[in-house]
Each structure stands twice: as C-alpha cells, then as structure tokens.
C-alpha cells in the first residue's frame, strides 16, 4: 500500500509515468509512420519490378511474331515475283491474292502505288525493308504489313493485314491481377486483356508516357494503377511509332497486405501503451521504495538509530546509494560511539581517583576504536621496574581480572611495538610467542597501544593496551587521530592520579624517613 501511496501522490512518479508514456507513443507512432510508408514504396517497388519484367517479355513475343509474320509475307512476295499472276496495270490498280496459304493474312493486294503511303513510308520500302501501317478507325484495329515486289518489267506493293489474335497472343493467360495493354503512341489502345481498359483514352495514356513522377502509380479512369512498360521500338525496322506495352495491376491489390498491417497498427499502439505503462509502474517503484527507504532511516538516524541498514539488490546506482548510506551510517555511529568514548574517560578524570575506575573506562569505551576478541590492559610500575599489573576483560561477562602481576621487561615492550617509536603496532601471533603472560590469546594478531607520559627524553611508558584481533585492524588518518585522543585522555588520567597519589604521600609521609608524619 505504501508503494501505490507513493505513486499516487508523488510529483515525481507522475512526472516519470507521463515521460515514460510520451516515449513509448512518439517512437512506436513514429515507427509505425515510416515503417507503414517503407513497405508501402516498397511493394510498389517490387511490383513495378515484376511488371516491368513481364511487360518486357510479352513485349518480346510480340516482336518474335511480327518477325515470323514479316518471313511469311517475304516468301509470299517472292513466290508472286516469279510467277505470271500478277495482273496489275494501267486499267486495273489492285489485284487481289488468294490468303488461304497464308494464314496469319488477310486482305491480301498487290497496288501499283498506294496513295496512303507518304515518302518516309516509299524510302523505307525502297530498301528493301517491311513498313506496319496501324489504324483503329471505329474501333476497328488493322495492322497492314506491306513490302514492295520487284518485277522484270516493273515494280509493286504487297499489302497483307496481319491477324491480330496472333500478334497479341491468347490474351486469356492475363487471368491473374496483372493486366497488359499494348499502346500505340499516337493512336491508342491496340489491345488488353482487361476489357474495361480498352476503353482508355490516348490522353490518359499520355499522362503516364509524359510523367515525370516516381511513384510509379497513375490514376486511370478514377482508378488507381501500379504501371510499368516497355517501349517495343518498331520505327528502325518498320517505320512505324513504337509500341508500348503496358502491365497493370490495381492499386488495392498491391496495398491489401499494407491495410492488414495498418489494421494492427492501432491495437500495436494500445498495447504498447498498457506495456509501458506496467513497466514504468514497475520502474517507478524501484526508484519510490529505496528513496522511501532512505528517507525512512534518514529520520532514524536523526534520532542517533543506527542499527538498521538498506539493502538493494537491484544492482545498479540505488545499490551504490544503499552502500554508501550504509557507510555513512556506520560512520557516524563509530563517530558517535568515539564521543561518547571520550566523554565517560572525560567524566572518569574528573570523577575518580581510582586506576581500577579508569582500566574499567578503557575497556568500556574501548569497542569505539578497534573491533577484538581479547583485550587487556598493562600499568607499569616505572619506580618499581619491570613491574606490571596486568587487567584482563572478558567480554562474554563483561568482567575484569584485575592485579595480576607480571615481569614486563625493556625488551618486551621493544618486541611487542616492533622495535619502534610508534605508539601502536599490530603484530602476527607467532611473533610474540615468548611472551608468556600473552599465551591465553588465541588471536590471529596483536595489536598493542602504548599510553605515554611526559615529554622528549622524559617521556615514559605508563600502560600498554593489548587487544587481539583475528584480522588486521584498518585504521585511517581519522581513525588514528581518535585513538591518539583516546590514548591522550587515559595518559592524563593516570597522570593525574599518581600525582594525586604523591600529593598524598607527601602529605602523609616522610620525604626522607619514608615514616608516616606524626598527627596534630
């Protein structure tokens, strides 16, 4: 309940929540956009591809038939050149030719001159060569071959009208989508397989021949088409204008695939919504119960709690966040802990006179510095060497064996400091072997503090803290500089009370004699 709380009324969940939507509708309505516009010209691309292709090779067909039906009518002319049958003259202008040898003919005439041909027309022919006369006059289509015959007395024209069905071919195998349209520039539509274009208007055609657009699209009779031609070049050979072959396919065709994907789009975009909205409902909360969290022990810790800790295992910057709260956390307990330290040994010198009463402080205060699992104290009797008292704490009871003596000599403390000037030092177990009174630690180090007293040459050794730790203990600059604190405070303490000690023996006792002085 608390997350959903937080959700609800946090400003910045909201903020998240609204960003995280906008960013899952921009980018998938943008995807959406381009990707239905990508496929779109892409299919029309392929499909003008395959119409192209197609329209190439009927193309090609129908100009492998114009050459077959050339061959016959050139072996017809020949055939009439050597034979006697040509009855043509000044009384008789045409002389027709019996078709039934030629099948692919009809109309077959021999002319004197033809007055529909024009001088490109009687050039082409003088070389030899086949012209195609095209007319669609009332619907009704002729293709005219025609060819000259040369004679020893004279020379004639040969004209034929090709049948149309087998220049075009069987126009039933356009029984798919694809439709093919053949087009004579300048005349129009010669045939199609499709009955509802043979209807075209010539300006129709026009716009696609003089397009300049790349959509490969045309809107025919309010009707749109994916187009693609070939343009069969007749005008070298039989001087006549080119043929365009046209292949068609209805735009609804092509796009069915892209509707079905345009359908699923808005449902895409619906889903993607609820989606994003679980996730960021889910992220949301990852960001809201750490900072709930954190704000939780915030408040504890200002009350000095520090015992609870935060633990995310999201494995990302909230877990660095977590760590180091959980640091800062453990740092200002051990800081509070040091104070609190140093304010009983403060109480303690002001308030007793007593080595027991501060030994005790030592040990008490003692977990605020360094972590162990053994620990006693050494005061050294420096009028009295190599002397000691040695004071040991059994955390388990939380009680101090005290006035146990021991022979501490020069070198012991030499061994136990390392040989060194330092105050403190940690040392491997087995390096310190030879001290017996040690032979109770089962530590795997010793680390001794030394508590001095006095200044220069002067100074002295008053007590040594000996503590044992199973591993070395980590100690930074300010660690260092509150146990030098810690260490400053208990030398003032003893100091104090063993000058309290001689205030007294001088007050009660002889300098000289050493015999208690008389009472008044």
Not at 26 to 44: C, M, R, T
Not at 460 to 485: H, R, S, W, Y
């Amino acid at each position: 309940m608390q997350i959903k709380f937080s959700f609800i009324k946090s400003k910045v969940a909201k903020r998240i929540f609204i960003l995280f939507v906008i960013a899952a509708i921009i980018p998938v309505a943008l995807i959406g956009v381009v990707s239905y516009n990508y496929v779109a010209n892409l299919l029309i691309e392929q499909t003008h591809k395959h119409l192209t292709i197609e329209s190439k090779s009927y193309g090609m067909a129908i100009f492998d038939r114009i050459l077959v039906a050339e061959s016959q009518l050139v072996g017809l002319g020949e055939s009439l050149s050597h034979s006697n049958s040509i009855d043509v003259g000044i009384n008789k202008t045409s002389q027709e030719v019996d078709s039934s040898n030629i099948p692919l003919f009809s109309n077959i005439k021999i002319y004197t001159s033809d007055p529909k041909l024009n001088v490109s027309d009687y050039k082409h022919l003088l070389d030899g060569k086949t012209t195609i006369t095209v007319s669609n006059a009332n619907e009704n289509l002729s293709i005219s071959f025609s060819r000259l015959l040369n004679t020893i007395d004279s020379t004639f024209l040969l004209s034929a009208d090709v049948d149309t069905k087998y220049i075009f071919g069987d126009m039933d195998i356009f029984a798919g989508d694809d439709d093919a349209c053949v087009v004579a520039k300048g005349i129009g539509s010669l045939n199609c397989s499709n009955n509802s274009l043979k209807n075209i208007s010539l300006p129709s055609f026009n716009k696609y021949f003089n397009s300049q657009s790349d959509t490969n699209t045309v809107e025919i009779n309010g009707k749109n088409y994916v187009v693609a031609s070939w343009e069969l070049f007749l005008n070298g050979s039989y001087n006549t204008e080119s043929w365009y072959i046209y292949y068609t396919v209805p735009s609804n065709i092509v796009f069915s695939s892209i509707r079905s994907f345009g359908n699923i789009l808005i449902p895409l975009l619906i889903l993607s919504i609820l989606i994003v909205t679980l996730i960021s409902i889910n992220q949301i909360s990852k960001i809201l119960v750490p900072l709930e969290k954190l704000s939780f022990l915030t408040r504890k810790i200002a009350k000095r709690e520090f015992k609870e800790e935060v633990n995310f295992d999201s494995g990302d910057e909230f877990q660095e966040l977590g760590e180091s709260f959980n640091a800062m956390s453990v740092e200002l307990a051990r800081q509070f802990s040091v104070m609190a330290a140093m304010s009983n040994l403060d109480r303690t010198i002001l308030t007793t006179m007593s080595k027991e009463k501060v030994v005790e402080a030592i040990f008490n205060n003692l977990k605020a510095y360094l972590e162990f699992n053994y620990a006693s104290v050494i005061l050294l009797d420096n009028k009295n060497k190599p002397n000691g008292n040695l004071y040991i704490y059994n955390e388990t009871y939380n009680k101090i064996r005290s006035n146990i003596q021991v022979n501490i000599q020069e070198k012991d403390i030499d061994i136990l400091l390392d040989h060194t000037d330092s105050y403190v030092r940690t040392l491997d177990r087995n390096k310190l072997r030879s001290l017996n009174w040690l032979d109770e630690v089962q530590s795997n180090y010793i680390t001794t503090i030394a508590i001095k007293q006095g200044q220069g040459q002067g100074q002295v050794i008053a007590a040594l803290i000996i503590i044992g730790q199973q591993f070395i203990p980590q100690l930074d600059k300010v660690g260092m500089e509150q146990l030098d604190n810690f260490t400053d405070r208990v030398s003032v303490a003893l100091n104090a009370i063993e000058r309290e000690e001689r205030l007294i023996k001088q007050a009660n006792f002889d300098d000289l004699t050493g015999l208690p002085n008389r009472q008044q």
